[in-house]
Nanobody, 120 residues
């Protein structure tokens, strides 16, 4: 199975920047995609950004142009650079991995979550 450990959350003023990092460890066949989801109080968890092994990326419309996801395939890490943060970006951010514990088996992995609060 995969273990995902996040770091880098915190409190930032509107317009500020934060960088989240996530490292995957454990025993697995491969990781197909890594990225970030978030969940604000009273709302459903939503995809923020994903990056696949081939480098292709998906972003939520609300963060396009402000957030950048990057991945190191060799190190099994994924980062999220968040710029021009807004109060509505406040949420718990979860690292995510679409991985294969064995060659023909697919699974989802989640980190424990890190709080991002955007407030003056």
């Amino acid at each position: 199975q995969v273990k995902l450990v996040e770091s880098g959350g915190g409190l930032v003023q509107p317009g500020g920047s934060l960088r989240l990092s996530c490292a995957a460890s454990g025993i697995f066949f491969s990781i197909n995609a890594m990225g970030w989801y978030r969940q604000a109080p009273g709302k459903q968890r939503e995809m923020v950004a994903l990056v696949r092994t081939d480098g292709s990326r998906d972003y939520a419309d609300s963060v396009t142009g402000r957030f950048t996801v990057s991945r190191d395939n060799a190190e099994n890490t994924v980062d999220l650079q968040m710029n021009s943060l807004k109060p509505e970006d406040t949420a718990v951010y979860y690292c995510y991995a679409d991985f294969q514990p064995q060659r023909w088996v697919a699974a989802d992995g989640w980190g424990q979550g890190t709080q991002v609060t955007v407030s003056s």
